[in-house]
């Protein structure tokens, strides 16, 4: 017996139900657990409350989204700004740690791996606190640096706007290697012994044939830096200072000491649209659409 | 990806390489960026490995007193650390067999078949992944404690469920993207083998499709499960008064003392988790062995 | 990707991910294992549950206690110290509040200005079950009366702790006497994120009255703090995190409670805590019974059970807060050894002299405490 099953050229069955039985689990999990309550968010930032203990009725205030826009416009620029100086950094460690990886690997290619990602089984806070001892003001990197004279006598690294920069490098770094990795290994190997060929400067050779082959890599990559460093509060909570205040620290600060739902909800929401623009300018100018 | 396509002969790291001088100092610089990145990462795991051997002063396990072993003859001194960090495997545990089942099915269906609404449903799974975890935990608590904001008059207490709702929610976006990157470039064709031979589709389901895939399936739940246990910010928004996992537990815990069995059973994982890698390579290496013997 | 007949080509990075099964073999085999071992260690210590359910900070109990107290009563306790923060344990048990559901808790330990919250503005406390503390009396008369609780019919001090200024010597050089001083450092420096403690110091500083604050009153108190930040003379709000940095020497000087201070600076005699000049604040933790509870006599007798002065003195050795109770510094000369030595440790037994340079911070009018508390968390850059 055999099935004449139509398939196209990626070898995929043209259906219209069968797909839909496998993805309707997930998708309902999703919508009630995701989907439902961003909608629930949404109502909820378009609601008002009467006092501050009460519960949130909706109106359509529109209000809130002003409010959060000209009262938070300093914290918005902050978390994308420190994003996006983490995820540059990330890019320019990870991508040497990827290569070497991919081209020079071998056999032990699935251990080193492993390795940048076994750091990260530790706990999140716990590795944080390390480096509050690493950077810390009668830390050896401090001395080391004061003796150099990069740093003055009086100043410090931490609850500085560079320790919390390091800070979501550090933690967002393997989902930078990672995907860069991904790209790279997909690449013919021929084609560097082509790319040593045609340019005996390895460094052109580099430039016009891996770069743009790793780019899909590299745009994964740098999406899951920027994004979720854009909305941490944790890395600002005990590395910053009053002054370094990210827009997580200000929803964080609105829903459980303010209570104040509304406005929370509303800078949410700001938020995600900002992201979603900003993934929408960056695919376009590196001409790749998928994220995985 | 191997290099046998075509015939050429060479192990992949010989491909390009350079003889000039120019080419061997980039090389040179690459690598030793490269090692600088690998000691860059592990930096604080030395400091976290270290301070577990620390006698601490006071409450705090931030100076250096002396070395000791007796936080490692005593690793499960602090309870409420071990009930945590208990709690936080079974989470991981259930949420991580959950999402990578739900997940594995959503990426099949989307790569096995063209169909229509294939597109939507990519971006329904993405958008998910680009909210960030505040978000993520602010709606979900809005969804837990408001239940009137909703079309349902069903309301959650906070507590195990929620924590492993969220979990799951946030891990099948994980799994599925996953899964369906190392799907590209399966042979589908190999179904209809398996059933040319006289195979159901069934049989061929769980004969032929699943132990290809499992490898991938595999590196989903675990990718899943280190995001599970080391959740935070989502899991603080929507965790209970008496359901602490072990990264809430550090974290309250933190602010009145660090003591050194925080670094020991986060050295325990990390031995396990290498452990586990190295058992995983050798396996590999002896099954290549085995193989092309 | 070449696939032989069975598909297990020449594709190395197959096979070797194929090493992932016998690695998942192993997790799950390991965490199965690990968690059996460690559940079988966790069971061997847990007693009987469910008569008495108990939610505090952490580090805020003894090791004894618990188990004095089970054999004294034959109440099984089930004790969590799952409160972090104030204002994270409101917002997540206020709507079950609402709702006028039971939170799973007959007693929560809480700050003085929500409990007053819950007693007073929204009435989610429930009072202390009748005839059942014999030891109230014991309780020092300078607390027996505040403004949220009078007659203590909903709240009994847990533990008192005294807000004032701790430093590091060896960091700042110098020693710190005043506000002023503390503002004037070079080294790093940081207040208390908890809004009363911070502003009521600095209220004491511009000479005002700390026990009858308004919004206006801590006018210039704020305006102070507005400006130091702007200035950088104050470089970051923390919780309790203030006491590894110090010990560290990552803070010069912060604001401080006495407690946390109380355990370093035994260990480490540079950092040093002192009242400033103008005046330092007094604070309880409130022990609550929130609306609802189902074991609330059994709570009642926990309470009581702490403000017997040999209980009381046990605690507070090892807790080292001040404690409410009258007669535990005899109890404690009694105890003998390191318990004895904190007799004369002012931060745990109190000069009168100390005593007499703190004020407690008094309640605000709703509008007023909402007012400071968005101004506060603007301070933040929060808010």
């Known amino acids: 017996m055999s099935s004449k099953i139509e398939r196209d050229a990626h070898g995929r069955k043209q259906a219209r139900y069968a797909p839909w039985l496998l993805l309707v689990p997930g998708l309902l999990w999703l919508i009630w657990f995701f989907y439902l309550p961003l909608y629930s968010l949404f109502r909820m930032s378009l609601s008002t409350k009467p006092s501050r203990f009460a519960v949130p009725e909706f109106g359509w205030a529109w209000s809130n989204y002003s409010q959060a826009f000209s009262q938070y416009g300093a914290q918005f620029q902050r978390s994308f700004t420190y994003a996006l100086a983490a995820t540059i950094v990330a890019l320019l460690i990870a991508y040497p740690i990827a290569y070497v990886i991919a081209f020079r690997g071998g056999r032990y290619r699935n251990v080193l791996l492993g390795l940048v990602v076994v750091p990260f089984f530790t706990n999140f806070l716990i590795r944080t606190l390390a480096w509050k001892t690493i950077l810390g003001n009668q830390g050896p990197l401090i001395n080391l640096l004061q003796t150099i004279g990069v740093l003055g006598p009086n100043e410090t690294l931490l609850r500085t706007p560079l320790a919390v920069i390091g800070g979501l490098t550090y933690n967002f770094l393997p989902f930078m290697v990672l995907p860069i990795y991904v790209s790279l290994e997909k690449i013919d190997p021929r084609l560097l012994d082509a790319a040593r060929d045609l340019y005996s400067n390895t460094w052109r050779g580099f430039r016009k044939i891996i770069i743009p082959l790793s780019l899909p890599g590299v745009f994964a990559g740098s999406l899951l830096v920027f994004i979720p460093a854009a909305g941490d509060f944790v890395n600002s909570y005990y590395l910053g200072n009053a002054k370094t205040t990210m827009i997580g620290n200000v929803v964080q600060d609105q829903f459980l000491v303010q209570n104040n739902y509304p406005i929370a909800a509303a800078l949410s929401f700001v938020f995600i649209a900002i992201v979603m623009v900003v993934v929408a300018i960056y695919s376009r100018l590196l001409g790749t659409e998928e994220i995985a | 990806m191997s290099a046998v396509v075509g015939g050429a002969k060479k192990p992949r790291e010989q491909y390009g390489t350079v003889t000039s001088p120019a080419g061997r100092l980039g090389r040179f610089i690459i690598n030793l960026f490269a090692a600088g990145g690998l000691l860059y990462l592990f930096l604080p795991i030395f400091v976290i490995v270290a301070f577990s051997f620390n006698q601490p002063v006071g409450r705090f396990n931030a100076v250096w007193n002396r070395f000791t072993f007796d936080n490692w003859l005593h690793p499960f001194a602090d309870q409420a650390l071990v009930d945590a960090l208990l709690l936080s495997l079974k989470v991981a545990l259930i949420s991580t067999v959950v999402a990578t089942v739900i997940g594995t099915f959503m990426a099949i269906g989307l790569v096995r078949y063209r169909f229509r609404g294939g597109g939507a449903v990519n971006f329904l799974l993405v958008l998910p992944l680009t909210a960030p975890e505040i978000v993520l935990g602010a709606s979900l608590l809005t969804l837990f404690l408001a239940p009137t904001m909703l079309l349902f008059n069903i309301s959650f207490s906070l507590g195990f469920a929620t924590i492993v709702i969220a979990h799951i929610m946030f891990l099948v976006s994980y799994v599925a993207l996953t899964v369906r990157a190392r799907l590209r470039g399966f042979d589908w064709t190999l179904e209809d083998a398996a059933m040319d031979l006289g195979a159901n589709p069934t049989r061929t389901f769980w004969r032929v499709t699943l132990p290809l895939i499992t490898p991938g399936i595999l590196a989903a739940a675990l990718l899943s499960f280190a995001l599970s246990i080391d959740d935070f910010i989502i899991t603080y928004f929507v965790s209970g008064p008496s359901t602490t996992t072990f990264p809430v537990r550090i974290f309250g815990q933190s602010r009145t003392a660090t003591p050194p069995q925080i670094n020991v059973l986060s050295t325990m994982i990390l031995l396990v988790s290498i452990s586990i890698l190295a058992i995983g390579t050798l396996v590999s290496a002896r099954r290549t062995k085995r193989d092309t013997a | ?383």
Request: proline share 5%; glycine share 8%.
């Open chain 3, 1 to 383: 990707m070449i696939k032989g007949p069975t598909g297990r080509g020449e594709d190395k990075s197959l096979v070797s991910r194929r090493g992932f099964l016998a690695g998942a073999g192993v997790i799950a085999g390991g965490a199965l294992a690990g968690s059996a071992f460690l559940t079988a260690c966790a069971d061997a210590s847990k007693q009987a549950t469910g008569a008495l359910q108990i939610s505090n900070w952490t580090g805020y109990i003894d090791p004894k206690s618990v188990a004095v107290f089970e054999k004294q009563t034959g109440i099984g306790v089930e004790y969590s110290e799952d409160i972090n923060d104030n204002n994270e344990w409101f917002a997540k048990n206020q709507l079950v509040l609402a709702k006028g559901d039971w939170i799973g808790r007959d007693a929560v330990v809480l700050d003085d200005w929500i409990a007053n919250r819950l007693i007073n503005r929204l009435k989610w406390a429930e009072p202390f079950a009748p005839g059942v503390l014999k030891n109230k009396a014991n309780l020092l008369p300078e607390l027996s009366n505040p403004a949220h609780d009078p007659g203590r019919r909903f709240s009994l001090p847990w533990a008192v702790g005294l807000t004032g200024i701790a430093y590091n010597r060896s960091v700042t050089k110098r020693d710190i006497k005043s506000l002023d001083d503390f503002l004037a450092l070079d080294s790093p420096t940081a207040v208390l994120s908890e809004m009363r403690d911070t502003v009521g110091l600095m209220m004491r500083a511009e000479r005002a009255d700390v026990t009858q604050p308004t919004a206006a009153s801590a006018e210039s108190a704020f305006a102070l703090l507005e400006k130091s930040v702007a200035d950088g003379a104050i470089d970051a709000f923390t919780g309790n995190d203030y006491v590894s940095d110090l010990a560290t020497g990552n803070l010069g000087a912060a604001f401080a409670w006495s407690g946390d201070v109380a355990q370093i600076t035994r260990d480490n005699p540079d950092v040093r805590f002192v009242i400033p000049d103008s005046g330092g604040l007094i604070w309880s933790d409130n022990f609550v019974i929130p609306k609802g509870a189902e074991h609330r006599v059994n709570a009642t007798k926990w309470i009581d059970f702490f403000y017997d002065p040999i209980n009381a003195a046990r605690l507070t050795a090892y807790v080292q807060y001040i404690s409410p109770v009258v007669g535990v510094a005899d109890e404690l000369a009694k105890m003998g050894g390191k318990a004895a030595r904190l007799i004369n440790d002012p931060l745990v037994v109190p000069t009168p002299s100390m005593l007499d340079s703190v004020a407690n911070f008094g309640i605000l009018n709703s509008g007023d405490a909402d007012a400071m508390d968005k101004r506060f968390s603007e301070l933040q850059g929060a808010a």
